[in-house]
């Protein structure tokens, strides 16, 4: 059914964040943001305004990033999904869409997003996963790393893991989970909250990393999550580890009820 | 143990065939024989000419090739994987070394090979698998393609199944085995001959997708496989889903025996 009112479409993406510098449009580099609005300006012969849910760095990967954005008229999911795909590079994909309420808003309405950073046990990953996981030389020590996991969990001032050239205002966040899981060669945090820091989890890993490797005692993190007087994070782990995972909203992740699947 | 006596060293390979112009050393291009020559090279102080089991073609990918070449000086193995990865860029990785009697030649001593067409069954691959399969909108038919896959098996020659610009000479070779398998949303052709004519792996694939797709029959496939004179065979499939998995010999697959694995 087409319409002449304009209608909020909400899409999810994912993308290998390599040869991107990341999702805010910048006027000379290549961004996520930039070849998504072009993409879409193709399709639909609109000038289009997305609106992302992360705002992700140079490198990071998204298995599951929320956009919506305004069009002029209706539009048919199939349409909007393998247009899209068409106008697209291969290393980024719409895996689903949706038509959305008037007030839904990718990264106002957000009560939640995950986020997964992937080290790789050794020193030799295959080339196929080499873009998307940290090699770790020596083997950190797990239990260690799951110790400290659990002390991110709950509300913290997290102004000590943030980057300089953040933007400004409060650094308080709630996390809602935290954990180390095991994935073959892989070794994968998990980490849950309701928004993150610019720069928030790549330092939250390079942190719990100085810790495993004994650099770092638990103690000292749980003074600096008390306190952000009480000295400093350690370093941010690379870009390429990470991946924005999932976007929760309240009427469930992605792109949410009534969405058509491009996969399958 | 050093020595001054030279040596054979047999190197297992794994590479992203992307950005590749193949294996073969071209003066214009990059490819995966150069980029190893240069990284053994710079690692050993030493003028490398290595010898690769498969000739591959432009963006076709590695998980198992394997390569010969001289020292003029015994080596640790360890030191040969990991000093050869620091020098290499991530797309190529050395997965495994041994040192091989005087007379292994990873061409000549070869006993056969496997490769892998990956298909991915829907419209949509994600970004991490997109540079390795291709998208079949129309879901082939997976019992004639079993089918196809039977009558491969054998010694024919395949002369209709090689690409011009092929090297002259016998054009017959003996598959051992040919099927397609399902893994979630890839469907796997796995062929495993004792050798391969240029361009032959995608032309069959090409040609079985004719088939899957009502363009061609059994018979007619069966009767090209009697008298190359028969008619056509298809069109090549493209080769960002080729890859050449395994290389065997008298005394094993891969590096062989008394290996170092670098993962793990």
Redesign the interface.
Known sequence: VYSARPVIARLEL???GTRYAGWQRQLDAVTIQQTLEEALARLTGEAVAVIGAGRTDAGV?A?GQVVSFRLGRDFQLSGL??GA?HHLP??????AAAAAPEDFHARRSAIAKEYRYRLWR???????R???VVPTEADPAVDTLAAAARLLVGEHDFAPFSVTGGAPGPTVRRIFSAAWESNG?ELIFRVTGEGFLRGMVRRLVGTQLELARGRRTLDSLADLLADPGAGEAGPSAPARGLALERVDYADGPGAGPGSLR???
């Open positions: 994912a993308w290998d990967h298995h999904i393998h795909n291969a290393d980024l994909r719409v895996l050794g020193r030799t990953p295959p080339p196929e080499a873009p998307f060669h491009a996969v399958g």
